[in-house]
């Protein structure tokens, strides 16, 4: 059974992160203002009574205020260890019926438990057999809310492991109302069409309404030894409801702090879609730290878990700050001695069923993914009037994220998000000439990693450090008004080599209204020989080889041939099949470029694969001592061409004040 905090525990956590009760030796000191500080503590309301209820599945039911139901879909056979469900086979019926069985459907007595009365939060225990590796999941009625009715609102999966065992799965639902509405029932088990599914047991407990606050250290983590902490943490995060506030604690300024050893995956959200979480540290001005093992597949933090729920979209305004994190570049890699990413020799993959398609960048060992859902088939990217395909409000802040593998330091979706006041430092390897030594000497030459990628509108990156990105520093894949304003961009002396500081590569929305690129600060003192940095600012895709797509859709913006010389699209949407694709600025919109400082780019300002039929407001950015790259030697697939350092460059379309060349070369 997963740990719950007490309330005396819960309220005693509240009243320490308050500044209250921090006494001599407490190591906690109250942190300066933030506007983007932790909300004040919120409260624990005690329910009434607690709900304890069972079904002891078999031949005949022990119940203990829950009921099985039969006939239609959710019909079931009994064995020696419980009832096993249909797996879409027509099971014998008391009624006759021969409909596909695929469900075990639960009822609730309604005097002990109905309408969110006594609470609407509680946890369902499945005792399963552990036979196999198919999955299944829960679904159960909810509270309606505006926009959703509850009914079969998803609580979660669970992928089986083949032990052979009976096991507990635990699924914490937040928003119970268990009014009779599903079916008539309250919550059912979906075999979900892949394995059978053999029950033996079910607990409905009741527990705490109401916002709540917990400390992964209660649930067994401990950042002062050196033992893995991920299965703790994330029954913590698997225990969350909306509203809620996790708690790291702090330490990276104290003796013996080591910080937390992440050896799986940590998924913010649990087992499903939540909104106004917030994850912290005790202290915010001395920060918590969470440092992946060499044994870690994936990223060191995800959003969420793709095998564990689908609504995405539903998960809303989350707030990470005051953790850092360290990704381990050092005894991590990317890619193995087969040179792909799968998990052979190396550290990609996840320890949740998530990565079953060799070099899915989900799955690469990187950082932070805070990547939600985003509707790439709405075309005016208008999140606010399809909440529900959108995740929105996610801010990231006060962090340092550094020594990642690969994949990305910061990968970030959905609409209307904040990044804020981030360090990132040293993240992936890209030496740009063979013979090199590489920045991480682990053997493995195709360890890129973005600083920041972005993907969807109307998101802030403002006030960032990025230091030693090897792809990108920032990059949008596309969305209107965003904002990218007073970022410092670096890259070392010595053998740091990256593509781009910024960049704009519109591979999921063309229509670039809005977006400002303002007082940015780009400076390059990397080898040019092995290191340095391709192009500062980069606005338009064509720089990767024209950018000509297999396939599109009608969020793109391009030319349905592909050439090395296309015309003007003048916004004409790419069709579903081959689109060289453009970045956009439709008529009447703005995009601006003003304030910025590139200095010691191979090329400072590059301008490539951009419509515009709007104003583009490019002012006061100042272009110092460009040096050269490994772009200086000829190389196929850069149209065989040879180029100096140059200050700006534009092509596709020309520009007055900057040099007309063709730049299709990635490398």
């Not at 933090?301 to 995405?312: E, H, K, M, P, Q």
């Not at 460009?626 to 190389?635: F, I, L, N, V």
Request: proline share 4%.
């Amino acid at each position: 059974m997963r740990l719950v905090p007490s309330i005396g525990l819960l309220l005693a956590t509240a009243f320490l992160l308050n500044g209250c009760g921090a006494g001599a030796g407490s190591g906690m000191t109250a942190a300066p203002p933030s506007p983007l500080a932790p909300s004040a503590p919120p409260t624990v309301m005690p329910t009434a009574e607690p709900v304890q209820l069972s079904i002891a599945l078999g031949e005949t039911n022990d119940e203990q205020g829950i009921s099985l139901d039969q006939g239609g879909d959710v019909d079931t056979l009994p064995t020696a260890d419980g009832r096993t469900s249909g797996n879409g086979a027509s099971l014998s019926a008391a009624d006759g019926n021969t409909i596909a069985d695929s469900y075990l459907q639960f009822q609730v007595d309604d005097r002990q438990l109905f309408k969110g009365d006594p609470t609407s939060h509680v946890r369902v225990e499945v005792e399963y057999l552990d036979q196999g590796t198919d999955t299944f999941s829960i679904q159960y009625d909810a509270q309606p809310v505006s926009g959703s009715d509850g009914l079969f609102y998803g609580g979660g999966a669970v992928v089986k492991t083949n032990t052979g065992a009976f096991l507990t799965a635990s699924f914490n639902l937040c928003n119970a109302y268990f009014a009779n509405r599903d079916n008539g029932a309250d919550f059912r088990i979906s075999d979900n069409g892949d394995g059978a599914e053999t029950i033996h047991l079910v607990r409905v407990v009741g527990l705490l309404s109401g916002r709540a606050m917990l400390n992964v250290d209660d649930f067994g983590a401990d950042p002062f030894d050196d033992q893995p902490d991920s299965t703790a943490i994330q029954a913590a995060l698997d225990s969350t409801c909306s509203g809620d506030m996790v708690v790291f604690t702090s330490g990276v300024d104290a003796s013996g702090y080591q910080g937390y050893r992440i050896d799986k995956t940590l998924f913010l959200t649990g087992m499903s879609a939540k909104q106004k979480l917030t994850f912290t540290a005790s202290d915010p001005s001395n920060h918590a730290l969470l440092t992946a093992t060499a044994d870690l597949k994936g990223y060191v933090v995800r959003l969420f878990a793709r095998s564990r729920f689908t609504n995405s979209g539903d998960i809303d305004d989350i707030d990470f700050g005051y953790i850092d994190i360290n990704g381990g570049r050092e005894v991590r890699t990317c890619m193995g001695s087969d040179n792909s990413g799968n998990g052979v020799d190396d550290n990609w993959g996840s320890w949740l069923p998530e990565c079953t398609v060799f070099d899915d960048p989900w799955c690469s060992p990187g950082n932070i993914g805070m990547d939600g859902a985003m509707n790439t088939g709405n075309v005016s990217q208008d999140y606010r009037a399809d909440p529900a395909l959108w995740t929105s409000g996610i801010v990231v802040h006060d962090l340092v994220d550094q020594q990642g593998e690969c994949g990305s330091a910061l990968a970030f979706g959905g609409a209307a998000g904040i990044i804020r006041n981030v360090t990132i430092d040293t993240v992936g390897d890209h030496v740009h000439a063979w013979g090199c030594a590489m920045t991480d000497d682990d053997g493995d030459e195709g360890a890129w990693s973005d600083g920041i990628t972005l993907f969807g509108p109307a998101h802030q990156v403002i006030d960032n450090v990025i230091i030693n990105p090897s792809d990108i520093g920032i990059v949008s894949f596309g969305g209107r008004d965003t904002i990218i304003a007073n970022n410092t961009i670096r890259i070392e002396a010595g053998n740091y080599g990256a593509f781009g500081a910024i960049a704009l590569h519109s591979w999921d929305f063309s229509d670039a209204s809005g977006i400002q690129i303002t007082g940015n600060i780009i400076t390059s003192e990397g080898d040019t020989k092995c290191g340095g940095l391709h192009a500062g600012i980069n606005i338009g895709p064509h720089m990767w080889g024209g950018a000509c797509l297999r396939f599109s859709t009608a969020a793109l913006v391009g030319n349905s041939a592909c050439s090395r010389e296309p015309s003007a699209p003048d916004g004409t949407p790419c069709t579903g099949g081959q689109c060289q694709l453009w970045s956009s600025l439709p008529a009447g919109a703005t995009f601006m470029l003003k304030d910025n400082t590139v200095t010691g780019a191979h090329i400072n300002y590059l301008i490539e694969g951009f419509d515009i039929l709007g104003t583009f407001i490019d002012e006061n950015n100042v272009s110092e001592t460009p040096r050269r790259s490994d772009w200086q030697a000829a190389r196929a697939g850069c149209d065989d061409l040879t180029w100096g350092a140059l200050d700006k460059v534009a092509h596709h379309p020309s520009l007055p004040g900057y040099t007309d060349l063709r730049v299709h070369c990635e490398r």
